[in-house]
């Protein structure tokens, strides 16, 4: 059980910032008419995927994606 449920909560909890961040990031933009601009956006999602596969890589792989995890998985 140990060997499964800490790599999917890493997995799940990866993903939800990621996903949480690239739209936050989006909205943050919107809010401000454009400051951000397109090119803010895309340094946030890399530095923020960057980051998350430096940290979760050891627990799970750090594939930060549900179809590629279970795709994995079912491999």
């Given amino acids: 059980m140990e060997k499964t449920f800490k790599p ?3 997995e799940m909890v990866a993903s939800f910032i990621f996903v ?3 739209a936050g990031v ?4 919107a809010m401000t008419r454009g400051e951000v601009s397109w090119v803010g956006i895309a340094l946030a999602n890399c530095f ?6 430096a940290f979760t ?6 594939h930060i ?4 995890t279970l795709g994995h ?3």
């Fill in 8 to 10: 999917a909560l890493t």
């Fill in 20 to 22: 949480a961040t690239a």
């Fill in 26 to 29: 989006v909205c943050a933009n």
């Fill in 48 to 53: 923020v995927f960057t980051a998350l596969l």
């Fill in 57 to 62: 890589t050891h627990v799970s792989g750090g």
């Fill in 65 to 68: 994606n549900p179809a590629v």
């Fill in 73 to 75: 998985l079912a491999a």
